[in-house]
């Protein structure tokens, strides 16, 4: 038997003995409730609850929906202390015997003028499990923007074990990973395609985010799908008691976000639309250009919204309802008219994608001990480019019309139920079905010569559907004051063509707190994906394509091992914490050598891409002080992330493209008074390996055009490095509040002292020396950026 399974079967046995040998217990009483928001009626998400008697201190901790259950012993009466971060605590006494659905209000801490925040926490990144890591909506709008936009993905990649792609891009590289291992859920919802302009931004608007949780490895059962990460975001739910709104006018983006109660303290919406003009700003700009036989125009644009209606039915029932889009589209025509020479020329090139994705979800509580929430959801990401030429030459007319259409499709019904059975016990079990399709490449091509269809070609990669099902199963359990282990079971089945492919999937934790402000931890995990992303390899282009497994193509499969120690230093100011991992993977694709996701829109997919192995180790260093007037984090992570192909590279080990040794961010926040705040970051990051030719030659062209041409020599994949990544990122924050308005002037410098972190080596020719020299491409040089906000 291997160690994992031996170490899961001893967890599951050590629970099921809880469960059924019960020593005689005192008479005991459950009590069930929501936190909330006083002001706004907001549930909290994470709050934590003790209930005091003579006899016992249990404590729980709120669900995704604010929800908590409790046990305690009879008693006259029981004490019940909450706190949350950024709130103050409240303490409240309840009779028992008259015992209903307890809802606790918390108050947010309030800042008197020219005082500052010495107590509240709500700045801190939450470190309570191995593996895991938790941020507010108000963090992220803290941190330094980006083009006068706060992004919870940018703040993520300040984190351990966590790194962006290339420069400007939100995808996610966790623990040696790709961007396709990270599972995005937005209220529930799937994500297929989190990022905006093919990278620069993401499609979450901070300012309805209410809560993000990040689980880097030890994956709880209730979730699947991905190797590497799980991102669970939250949005608000919306105002119960008024009106209120806020929103922001920047450089290049304006947002707005209004919610409020339909019913007061029964039901609200929110609704949050952000949109660029850079299509508005550039059209005048590239009109200055423009001449009288040459015209050009641009439009580049993104846009997303979020809507979300809430309904309470009865103490025990909620109906939510969730909406989200994001829409980017990049149009660009030229035209030349050279009316002395008979010539008339019209280019028109189009590229755009779309997520749109909805769902319904019901909490219904069975008893004070029975949670359970359904979801239904639909979502769909698709992408499109569009080609048009219209050339007229001496009277002869030629119209060329091209097409490129990419989409996925995933429909779904989940179910999960919570049961605490005691203070030290809990279980978490539910079940998952969901209808994927997936459309992974097709083109088409039309030549029209005065009229007369000429040329047509039309390639397309079948409609491919997958079902998936799965069952899971989570048992908490508090072996003694000082151990608690967490055991869960994840099994899963996906159709692919005539096969099915199973799965279990078993993942275990265990903490162990010796003394007080001391955390020992191990996980150990095991992941499947079925699905996979067609990675281009260049720039971080909306051309990457889902496709699933099938019987050629396997899922993708992987086992993380991971061990951790935290401790708090300085009177629980400062948190210290170490964590390090080992990874293998199977299964991983790559395009072969000269392919790419034009290769799979005229050939099927699986001819153009290999399966293969690869590892990935590292150790992160996490520290973060939480308290004050200076506020923030250090964070470093040394990893490796290696593959292994059959034959490219010859068969050997070379670096993933991801693989960036070293990692560190630094980021600080003071807070001078009532009014004005600091915020910072700085990020270094080894450079991302590539792939450089070592020497060039000549050889035989078969053509007859010219009688040589050149090769090129690669002595291996990934085998250089561009230059260390670095920059440092800055704010400042005005801030004023007169009574229920505030306003706020932000001021951000990005890449302050200017690096040139080239993302792109080439080889130009340098006629002076008669040589080839690489040349580097950068994207962001120093950007200042300015905007103005305002609350009511």
């Not at 103490?315 to 030229?334: M, Q, V, W």
């Not at 993380?560 to 935290?566: D, E, M, R, T, W």
């Not at 004050?628 to 490796?640: E, K, L, P, V």
């Not at 009688?707 to 440092?728: K, Q, T, V």
Request: net charge positive; aromatic share 12%.
């Amino acid at each position: 038997m291997k160690p994992q399974t031996a170490l899961f079967t001893l967890l599951i046995t050590v629970a099921a003995l809880n469960t059924l040998i019960c020593p005689a217990q005192t008479p005991r009483i459950s009590l069930y409730g929501y936190v909330e928001d006083s002001v706004t009626g907001e549930r909290l998400i994470g709050a934590t609850l003790s209930a005091t008697t003579d006899q016992s201190k249990p404590v729980a901790t709120t669900n995704a929906f604010g929800y908590f259950s409790l046990t305690a012993p009879h008693g006259s009466s029981l004490v019940l202390t909450c706190s949350y971060a950024g709130y103050e605590s409240k303490t409240i006494t309840i009779d028992p015997a008259g015992l209903k659905t307890v809802i606790v209000k918390l108050v947010p801490e309030v800042v008197q003028e020219d005082e500052v925040i010495v107590t509240s926490n709500e700045n801190r990144i939450a470190t309570n499990n191995i593996g895991q890591l938790k941020l507010s909506g108000s963090l992220v709008k803290k941190m330094p923007k980006f083009l006068g936009d706060n992004d919870p993905l940018k703040v993520m990649q300040t984190l351990p074990g966590i790194t962006q792609g290339m420069e400007g891009t939100t995808g996610l590289i966790v623990r040696g990973g790709s961007p396709d291992q990270t599972l995005f859920l937005l209220d529930g919802i799937p994500v297929y395609n989190p990022t905006h302009l093919g990278g620069i931004f993401s499609p979450f608007n901070g300012d309805a985010i209410k809560d993000v949780s990040i689980y880097k490895g030890n994956f709880p059962a209730r979730f699947g799908e991905r190797l590497s990460s799980v991102v669970d975001l939250a949005t608000k739910d919306g105002n119960m008691k008024k009106l209120a709104g806020e929103g922001s006018v920047g450089m290049l983006a304006s947002k707005v976000l209004f919610e409020g109660p339909v019913q007061k303290d029964k039901s609200s919406f929110l609704i949050s639309a952000r949109r660029t003009y850079w299509d508005l700003l550039a059209a005048p700009i590239i009109g200055l250009t423009n001449t009288a036989e040459e015209k050009r125009k641009m439009g580049l644009y993104f846009y997303d919204i979020n809507a979300k209606l809430n309904y309470i039915l009865s103490p025990k029932d909620r109906l939510y309802a969730s909406f989200f889009t994001s829409n980017d589209n990049y149009r660009f025509k030229t035209t030349t008219d050279l009316k002395n020479y008979d010539h008339f020329d019209e280019n028109i090139a189009r590229m755009g994608w779309q997520n749109i994705s909805g769902s319904l979800r019901w909490n219904h509580v069975f008893s004070p001990r029975i949670f359970a929430n359904t979801t239904v959801y639909a979502t769909d990401y698709k992408i499109r480019t569009d080609y048009y030429n219209n050339a007229l030459d001496k009277n002869v007319r030629t119209i060329e019309d091209g097409q490129y259409r990419s989409q996925v499709s995933d429909a779904g019904v989940k179910t999960d139920l919570e049961y605490r059975r005691s203070s030290l016990h809990a279980l978490r079990f539910g079940a998952a079905a969901s209808y994927k399709q997936f459309r992974p490449g097709s083109s088409s091509r039309k030549t029209t010569t005065d009229g007369t269809v000429t040329q047509t070609r039309a390639t397309a990669n079948g409609r491919q559907s997958s079902p998936e099902l799965a069952v899971y199963a989570e048992d908490h359990l508090s072996i003694s004051e000082q151990l608690n282990a967490n055991a869960g079971l994840r099994a899963s089945t996906f159709k692919a063509g005539a096969t099915w492919y199973k799965s279990l999937e078993p993942r275990v934790s265990l903490n162990y707190t010796p003394i007080r402000n001391l955390r020992i931890s191990a996980a150990y995990s095991q992941m499947n994906q079925y699905i996979h992303l067609l990675a281009n390899n260049s720039v971080s282009l909306p051309t990457d394509i889902w496709v699933p497994a099938t019987p050629q193509i396997q899922p993708l499969f992987s086992r993380q091992y991971s061990l951790g120690v935290n401790t708090s230093l300085t009177d629980n100011d400062v948190d210290l914490g170490v964590e390090a991992y080992y990874k293998t993977f199977k299964g991983v694709t790559e395009y072969l050598d000269g392919e790419s996701y034009l290769s799979s829109s005229v050939k099927n997919w699986e001819q153009v891409v290999e399966t293969g192995n690869g590892k990935a180790y590292g150790i992160e260093l996490f520290l973060q002080k939480k308290f004050g007037r200076a506020t923030g984090w250090a964070s470093y992570t040394y990893s490796r992330s290696l593959r292994r192909f059959p034959t490219i590279n010859n068969g050997k080990e070379f670096p993933f493209k991801y693989d960036r040794p070293h990692a560190f961010n630094l980021v600080f926040m003071y807070h001078f008074n009532q009014h004005w705040r600091f915020s910072a970051n700085w990020v270094f990051q080894s450079g991302a390996p590539f792939t450089l030719p070592t020497s060039t030659y000549k050889v035989i062209n078969p053509e007859s055009y010219s009688p040589y041409i050149s090769g090129e020599y690669i002595s291996g994949r990934n085998a250089f490095r561009l230059l260390d990544y670095h920059r440092l990122d800055m704010g400042f924050t005005w801030s004023k509040k007169k009574r229920s308005f505030e306003k706020y002037w932000d001021f951000s410098f990005y890449n302050l002292y200017n690096r040139k972190n080239p993302v792109i080596y080439s080889f130009d020719q340098d006629f002076m020396r008669n040589a080839k020299v690489l040349k580097g491409t950068g994207i962001f040089p120093f950007m200042p950026s300015i905007s103005y906000g305002f609350k009511f």
